[in-house]
């Protein structure tokens, strides 16, 4: 079974700063898709970023930005000029490219403070 | 329409109660979610319904019960629950074909239930 781990239950970062939040994955499956999700206070998941993993070139939104190492397993989420609003959780999460394969495994979550 | 609509937000009930979540959406998705998310924890996966059929269920006690009665619509219903079922219940929606597929989960904002 496909795991994802977080290994930073906590981040901060000053505001207009930079900061990479870190993701690590195990699966024995050549192609499936890369999330990060984020949880602010007001509970709602929201979609940040997608990868998929038979994309060499990294995604980006915006301020938002991956680095995707497919050989090493690791997903790692930057988040440039960071603003008061990035607060939140924020979920790293696998899914199999198996059709009828409609599980999505998510990570522990890293908290990320922004401060002004 | 982009949105999933869970209600009611909040709910409490005791242990002998029957009461049901519900879950909506228009964007013509034909895969529906529903995730248990303890305090500080990432979602678990619960039931997975496709094109309104089961699909996954990840053993999950006979006290939850879901229902699908149409594509845009999902039902938890709730009995016998017991203190530790408090938690946040999240719906989610997706495609399920298509190059879309890549099934970016589209969550609603969660109902909040409290298990006196």
């Known amino acids: 079974a496909q795991t994802v781990t977080q290994s930073q239950p906590e981040m901060s970062v000053q505001e207009a700063e930079t900061v990479t939040l870190s993701c690590t994955y195990d699966t024995s499956e050549s192609d499936y898709y890369l999330f990060w999700y984020k949880q602010p206070p007001s509970r709602q998941m929201i979609l940040v970023i997608r990868?998929?993993?038979?994309?060499?070139q990294n995604a980006t939104e915006n301020r938002f930005s991956v680095n995707f190492q497919k050989a090493a397993k690791s997903f790692s989420l930057k988040i440039s000029d960071s603003q008061l609003g990035d607060a939140a959780m924020y979920f790293c999460a696998y899914r199999s490219w198996e059709v009828g394969n409609n599980d999505m495994r998510f990570g522990a979550g890293t908290r990320l403070t922004v401060k002004p | 329409d982009t949105e999933v609509t869970q209600t009611p937000k909040h709910l409490v009930m005791g242990m002998t109660n029957k009461k049901s979540l519900k879950c909506e959406q228009h964007m013509g998705h034909r895969a529906m979610y529903w995730y248990k998310q303890k305090a500080k924890k990432p979602p678990e996966l619960m039931f997975v319904y496709s094109y309104e059929k089961l699909s996954i269920n990840e053993s999950v006690p006979s006290r939850f019960s879901p229902e699908c009665p149409n594509s845009s619509l999902l039902n938890l219903h709730l009995h016998a629950l017991q203190p530790e079922d408090s938690a946040l219940y999240l719906c989610?929606?997706?495609?399920?074909?298509?190059?879309?597929?890549?099934?970016?989960?589209?969550f609603g904002a969660g109902s909040r239930l409290t298990v006196l």
């Open positions: 989610a929606s997706s495609q399920t074909f298509g190059p879309l597929r890549a099934n970016v989960l589209t």
């Open positions: 990868q998929e993993a038979y994309k060499q």
